[in-house]
Protein backbone atom coordinates (compact mmCIF):
# COMPACT_ATOMS: atom_id res chain seq x y z
CA UNK A 1 0.00 0.00 0.00
CA UNK A 2 2.89 2.08 1.04
CA UNK A 3 4.21 1.44 -2.30
CA UNK A 4 1.54 2.04 -3.81
CA UNK A 5 1.15 5.73 -2.91
CA UNK A 6 5.33 6.84 -3.28
CA UNK A 7 4.42 5.36 -7.00
CA UNK A 8 1.54 7.58 -7.53
CA UNK A 9 2.85 10.75 -5.59
CA UNK A 10 6.05 10.35 -8.13
CA UNK A 11 3.73 9.87 -11.63
CA UNK A 12 1.26 13.37 -9.95
CA UNK A 13 5.14 15.03 -9.55
CA UNK A 14 5.88 14.24 -12.92
CA UNK A 15 3.36 15.44 -14.37
CA UNK A 16 2.95 18.34 -12.58
CA UNK A 17 6.46 19.01 -13.93
CA UNK A 18 6.06 18.29 -17.19
CA UNK A 19 2.48 20.72 -17.76
CA UNK A 20 3.40 23.94 -15.18
CA UNK A 21 7.30 23.10 -14.55
CA UNK A 22 8.69 23.12 -18.08
CA UNK A 23 9.05 26.85 -19.79
CA UNK A 24 10.50 27.41 -23.16
CA UNK A 25 13.48 29.39 -23.09
CA UNK A 26 14.47 32.97 -23.00
CA UNK A 27 17.16 32.55 -25.52
CA UNK A 28 17.51 36.22 -27.45
CA UNK A 29 20.71 37.04 -28.94
CA UNK A 30 22.10 40.39 -30.12
CA UNK A 31 24.54 41.64 -32.32
CA UNK A 32 27.01 43.22 -31.66
CA UNK A 33 27.24 43.06 -27.75
CA UNK A 34 29.04 45.94 -27.29
CA UNK A 35 30.08 49.07 -30.16
CA UNK A 36 33.01 49.76 -29.04
CA UNK A 37 35.47 53.55 -29.38
CA UNK A 38 32.41 55.20 -31.43
CA UNK A 39 33.66 58.68 -32.36
CA UNK A 40 30.96 61.44 -31.06
CA UNK A 41 31.88 64.49 -33.49
CA UNK A 42 29.87 66.87 -32.32
CA UNK A 43 27.38 68.04 -34.32
CA UNK A 44 27.12 64.56 -36.31
CA UNK A 45 24.77 62.28 -36.26
CA UNK A 46 25.48 58.68 -36.50
CA UNK A 47 23.31 55.79 -37.63
CA UNK A 48 23.48 52.57 -36.96
CA UNK A 49 21.85 49.27 -36.05
CA UNK A 50 21.27 45.89 -33.64
CA UNK A 51 20.53 42.45 -35.13
CA UNK A 52 17.91 40.50 -32.52
CA UNK A 53 17.62 36.65 -33.09
CA UNK A 54 14.85 34.92 -31.62
CA UNK A 55 16.09 31.45 -31.07
CA UNK A 56 13.08 30.55 -28.75
CA UNK A 57 9.80 28.25 -30.19
CA UNK A 58 7.65 31.21 -28.88
CA UNK A 59 6.89 34.74 -29.99
CA UNK A 60 8.96 37.49 -28.42
CA UNK A 61 7.86 40.96 -28.27
CA UNK A 62 10.19 44.10 -27.11
CA UNK A 63 9.98 47.68 -26.50
CA UNK A 64 13.41 49.52 -25.71
CA UNK A 65 15.20 51.43 -23.68
CA UNK A 66 18.50 53.64 -23.02
CA UNK A 67 20.45 53.98 -19.69
CA UNK A 68 24.02 55.09 -18.94
CA UNK A 69 26.44 53.14 -16.79
CA UNK A 70 29.59 53.46 -15.02
CA UNK A 71 31.27 50.76 -13.31
CA UNK A 72 29.71 48.89 -10.45
CA UNK A 73 33.03 47.23 -8.95
CA UNK A 74 36.44 45.76 -9.17
CA UNK A 75 35.31 43.33 -11.89
CA UNK A 76 34.35 45.93 -14.44
CA UNK A 77 30.18 45.20 -14.31
CA UNK A 78 28.11 47.93 -15.59
CA UNK A 79 25.62 49.99 -13.11
CA UNK A 80 22.76 51.57 -15.01
CA UNK A 81 21.86 54.84 -14.04
CA UNK A 82 18.28 56.47 -14.22
CA UNK A 83 19.33 59.95 -15.49
CA UNK A 84 18.53 60.38 -19.23
CA UNK A 85 21.56 63.01 -20.02
CA UNK A 86 24.41 62.36 -21.71
CA UNK A 87 24.87 59.52 -24.79
CA UNK A 88 21.63 58.48 -23.26
CA UNK A 89 19.68 61.44 -24.73
CA UNK A 90 21.22 61.56 -28.00
CA UNK A 91 20.36 58.28 -28.66
CA UNK A 92 17.18 57.50 -30.53
CA UNK A 93 15.42 54.02 -30.95
CA UNK A 94 13.96 54.02 -34.85
CA UNK A 95 11.82 51.23 -33.55
CA UNK A 96 8.30 51.88 -30.72
CA UNK A 97 8.51 47.78 -30.47
CA UNK A 98 9.16 44.63 -32.54
CA UNK A 99 7.55 41.36 -32.68
CA UNK A 100 10.32 38.55 -33.58
CA UNK A 101 8.77 35.37 -34.57
CA UNK A 102 10.78 32.06 -33.60
CA UNK A 103 13.79 31.44 -35.29
CA UNK A 104 13.09 35.00 -36.83
CA UNK A 105 16.15 38.31 -37.04
CA UNK A 106 15.09 41.19 -36.97
CA UNK A 107 17.26 44.52 -37.36
CA UNK A 108 16.45 47.69 -34.82
CA UNK A 109 17.88 50.96 -36.31
CA UNK A 110 18.88 53.76 -33.92
CA UNK A 111 20.64 57.01 -34.18
CA UNK A 112 22.70 58.74 -32.25
CA UNK A 113 22.97 62.88 -32.53
CA UNK A 114 25.62 64.60 -31.16
CA UNK A 115 25.04 67.89 -29.75
CA UNK A 116 26.92 70.39 -31.09
CA UNK A 117 28.59 71.80 -27.60
CA UNK A 118 29.22 68.13 -26.30
CA UNK A 119 31.65 68.19 -24.03
CA UNK A 120 35.03 65.99 -24.80
CA UNK A 121 35.35 63.24 -22.82
CA UNK A 122 33.88 59.42 -22.43
CA UNK A 123 30.55 58.69 -22.73
CA UNK A 124 28.86 55.15 -21.83
CA UNK A 125 25.24 54.03 -22.51
CA UNK A 126 22.92 50.85 -23.51
CA UNK A 127 20.26 50.08 -25.26
CA UNK A 128 17.85 47.30 -23.73
CA UNK A 129 15.35 45.12 -25.52
CA UNK A 130 12.81 44.72 -22.36
CA UNK A 131 10.17 42.09 -22.84
CA UNK A 132 6.54 43.03 -23.45
CA UNK A 133 4.46 45.80 -25.12
CA UNK A 134 4.59 49.27 -23.50
CA UNK A 135 1.11 48.80 -22.49
CA UNK A 136 1.47 45.26 -20.89
CA UNK A 137 4.71 46.52 -19.07
CA UNK A 138 2.85 49.73 -17.64
CA UNK A 139 -0.20 47.31 -16.60
CA UNK A 140 2.19 44.89 -15.07
CA UNK A 141 0.84 42.48 -17.14
CA UNK A 142 4.00 40.72 -18.15
CA UNK A 143 4.75 38.19 -15.26
CA UNK A 144 8.19 37.09 -16.27
CA UNK A 145 9.95 40.30 -17.83
CA UNK A 146 13.50 40.14 -18.68
CA UNK A 147 16.24 42.44 -20.52
CA UNK A 148 18.83 42.00 -22.74
CA UNK A 149 21.21 44.39 -24.14
CA UNK A 150 24.11 46.38 -26.03
CA UNK A 151 26.92 48.43 -24.64
CA UNK A 152 28.09 51.59 -26.54
CA UNK A 153 31.47 53.34 -25.26
CA UNK A 154 32.73 56.06 -26.96
CA UNK A 155 34.36 59.39 -26.89
CA UNK A 156 34.14 63.09 -27.56
CA UNK A 157 37.20 64.23 -29.39
CA UNK A 158 39.46 67.24 -28.08
CA UNK A 159 41.53 67.92 -25.10
CA UNK A 160 40.90 63.78 -23.43
CA UNK A 161 43.27 61.95 -21.31
CA UNK A 162 43.89 58.27 -21.75
CA UNK A 163 45.47 57.41 -18.44
CA UNK A 164 46.13 54.52 -16.07
CA UNK A 165 47.56 53.72 -12.77
CA UNK A 166 48.99 50.34 -11.85
CA UNK A 167 47.77 50.32 -8.19
CA UNK A 168 48.23 46.04 -7.62
CA UNK A 169 49.84 42.96 -8.47
CA UNK A 170 50.08 39.98 -6.76
CA UNK A 171 49.98 36.25 -6.84
CA UNK A 172 46.52 34.60 -7.02
CA UNK A 173 47.34 32.74 -3.41
CA UNK A 174 47.70 35.14 -0.14
CA UNK A 175 51.02 36.56 1.20
CA UNK A 176 53.05 32.93 0.24
CA UNK A 177 56.05 33.39 -1.51
CA UNK A 178 56.41 29.77 -1.53
CA UNK A 179 54.56 26.62 -3.58
CA UNK A 180 54.98 23.21 -4.13
CA UNK A 181 53.04 23.51 -7.29
CA UNK A 182 53.40 26.68 -9.77
CA UNK A 183 50.45 29.56 -8.10
CA UNK A 184 47.48 29.62 -9.00
CA UNK A 185 47.50 32.72 -11.54
CA UNK A 186 48.00 36.45 -10.84
CA UNK A 187 45.95 39.59 -10.38
CA UNK A 188 46.09 43.23 -10.64
CA UNK A 189 44.27 46.26 -9.99
CA UNK A 190 44.42 49.13 -12.18
CA UNK A 191 42.50 52.23 -11.59
CA UNK A 192 41.62 55.05 -14.83
CA UNK A 193 42.73 58.59 -13.55
CA UNK A 194 41.85 59.92 -17.30
CA UNK A 195 38.91 61.27 -18.71
CA UNK A 196 38.30 58.20 -21.41
CA UNK A 197 37.55 54.36 -20.89
CA UNK A 198 40.85 52.91 -21.75
CA UNK A 199 41.69 48.64 -22.86
CA UNK A 200 45.32 48.25 -21.01
CA UNK A 201 47.43 45.18 -23.04
CA UNK A 202 49.03 43.80 -19.80
CA UNK A 203 50.60 40.61 -20.05
CA UNK A 204 53.08 38.43 -17.43
CA UNK A 205 56.28 37.34 -18.31
CA UNK A 206 57.58 34.34 -15.88
CA UNK A 207 60.90 33.61 -16.20
CA UNK A 208 63.25 31.12 -14.41
CA UNK A 209 67.14 33.12 -14.76
CA UNK A 210 67.51 33.60 -18.03
CA UNK A 211 64.98 31.13 -19.03
CA UNK A 212 61.37 32.49 -19.81
CA UNK A 213 58.92 30.06 -18.87
CA UNK A 214 55.70 31.45 -19.73
CA UNK A 215 53.66 34.37 -21.00
CA UNK A 216 49.97 35.10 -19.01
CA UNK A 217 47.55 37.34 -20.85
CA UNK A 218 45.92 39.39 -17.54
CA UNK A 219 43.09 41.11 -20.21
CA UNK A 220 42.60 38.45 -23.01
CA UNK A 221 38.91 39.52 -23.31
CA UNK A 222 39.41 43.16 -23.91
CA UNK A 223 37.74 44.55 -21.15
CA UNK A 224 38.12 48.21 -20.10
CA UNK A 225 38.18 50.57 -17.56
CA UNK A 226 36.01 53.64 -17.35
CA UNK A 227 36.87 57.02 -15.95
CA UNK A 228 37.47 57.16 -12.26
CA UNK A 229 37.17 53.52 -11.86
CA UNK A 230 39.01 50.81 -10.43
CA UNK A 231 39.21 47.45 -11.77
CA UNK A 232 41.02 44.15 -11.37
CA UNK A 233 41.90 41.66 -14.10
CA UNK A 234 43.05 38.01 -13.44
CA UNK A 235 44.63 34.88 -15.13
CA UNK A 236 45.47 31.39 -14.05
CA UNK A 237 48.73 29.98 -14.58
CA UNK A 238 48.22 26.86 -12.94
CA UNK A 239 45.47 24.46 -15.03
CA UNK A 240 43.58 22.50 -12.41
CA UNK A 241 43.04 22.19 -8.53
CA UNK A 242 44.45 19.05 -7.33
CA UNK A 243 43.46 17.45 -3.52
CA UNK A 244 45.14 14.76 -2.45
CA UNK A 245 49.23 13.75 -2.69
CA UNK A 246 48.72 11.75 -6.02
CA UNK A 247 46.84 14.41 -7.91
CA UNK A 248 49.22 16.95 -6.57
CA UNK A 249 52.51 14.47 -7.66
CA UNK A 250 50.77 13.93 -11.00
CA UNK A 251 50.44 18.29 -11.36
CA UNK A 252 53.84 18.57 -10.41
CA UNK A 253 55.11 16.17 -13.13
CA UNK A 254 52.95 17.40 -15.85
CA UNK A 255 53.36 20.99 -15.26
CA UNK A 256 57.08 20.75 -13.89
CA UNK A 257 57.94 24.04 -11.99
CA UNK A 258 61.46 24.15 -10.00
CA UNK A 259 63.20 26.66 -8.61
CA UNK A 260 63.10 30.56 -7.98
CA UNK A 261 60.99 32.68 -10.79
CA UNK A 262 60.05 36.37 -11.63
CA UNK A 263 56.97 37.53 -12.86
CA UNK A 264 57.48 40.51 -14.74
CA UNK A 265 54.13 42.76 -15.81
CA UNK A 266 54.47 44.04 -19.86
CA UNK A 267 52.73 47.26 -19.64
CA UNK A 268 51.98 49.78 -22.20
CA UNK A 269 53.10 53.56 -22.50
CA UNK A 270 50.32 55.15 -20.79
CA UNK A 271 50.22 53.03 -17.39
CA UNK A 272 51.99 54.64 -14.91
CA UNK A 273 53.38 52.70 -12.01
CA UNK A 274 51.98 53.17 -8.68
CA UNK A 275 53.57 50.53 -7.28
CA UNK A 276 56.52 47.63 -7.97
CA UNK A 277 55.66 45.88 -11.29
CA UNK A 278 57.10 42.60 -10.49
CA UNK A 279 57.32 39.98 -7.86
CA UNK A 280 59.85 36.92 -6.97
CA UNK A 281 58.26 33.84 -6.03
CA UNK A 282 59.55 29.70 -5.62
CA UNK A 283 58.54 26.85 -6.44
CA UNK A 284 59.88 23.30 -4.88
CA UNK A 285 57.75 20.27 -6.04
CA UNK A 286 58.19 18.79 -2.90
CA UNK A 287 55.87 15.68 -3.37
CA UNK A 288 57.60 14.95 -6.35
CA UNK A 289 60.93 15.05 -4.02
CA UNK A 290 60.07 12.82 -1.68
CA UNK A 291 58.99 10.32 -4.34
CA UNK A 292 62.27 10.03 -6.35
CA UNK A 293 64.17 10.13 -2.85
CA UNK A 294 62.64 7.09 -2.04
CA UNK A 295 63.13 5.54 -5.01
CA UNK A 296 66.53 6.52 -4.78
CA UNK A 297 66.70 4.94 -1.75
CA UNK A 298 64.98 1.83 -2.96
CA UNK A 299 67.62 1.77 -5.67
CA UNK A 300 70.53 1.84 -3.39
CA UNK A 301 68.91 -1.18 -1.03
CA UNK A 302 68.62 -3.45 -3.90
CA UNK A 303 72.21 -2.40 -5.03
CA UNK A 304 73.38 -3.30 -1.62
CA UNK A 305 70.92 -6.49 -1.19
CA UNK A 306 72.40 -7.21 -4.75
CA UNK A 307 76.38 -6.92 -3.94
CA UNK A 308 75.96 -8.48 -0.73
CA UNK A 309 74.16 -11.85 -2.57
CA UNK A 310 76.99 -11.36 -5.33
CA UNK A 311 80.17 -11.45 -2.62
CA UNK A 312 78.36 -14.41 -1.12
CA UNK A 313 78.10 -16.58 -4.18
CA UNK A 314 81.55 -15.55 -4.75
CA UNK A 315 83.04 -16.52 -1.44
CA UNK A 316 81.32 -19.88 -1.62
CA UNK A 317 83.22 -20.59 -4.83
CA UNK A 318 86.62 -20.09 -2.96
Known sequence: MLLKRISL?????VVLLLFWGLKPTEAITISPPRFDEIVFTPGQEINEKIIVYNESSVQRVFIFEVQNFEAA?????????????????????????????????TEVPFKISVPAGAPPGGYYAAIFLVSGTKEEIESRQVSQQFKVGTLLLGQ????????????????????????????????????????VHSRP?????????????DAVDLNPGGGYILPGSVRKFESRWRI???????????IE??????????????????????????????????????????????????????????????????
Open 9 to 13: TFICL
Open 73 to 105: DESGSPKFLEDQTGLASWITVLKDQIVVAPDEV
Open 156 to 195: VPGEVEEKVALKEFKINSGDKNFFSLRPKGFSTLFENIGT
Open 201 to 213: EVKVLITNGNWTK
Open 240 to 250: SEPTGFWSKLK
Open 253 to 318: IKEFTFGRYKASLLLDDKIDLNTENYLTFWVIPWHLLLVVVFLIIILITLVKVFRKIVIRKASKNY
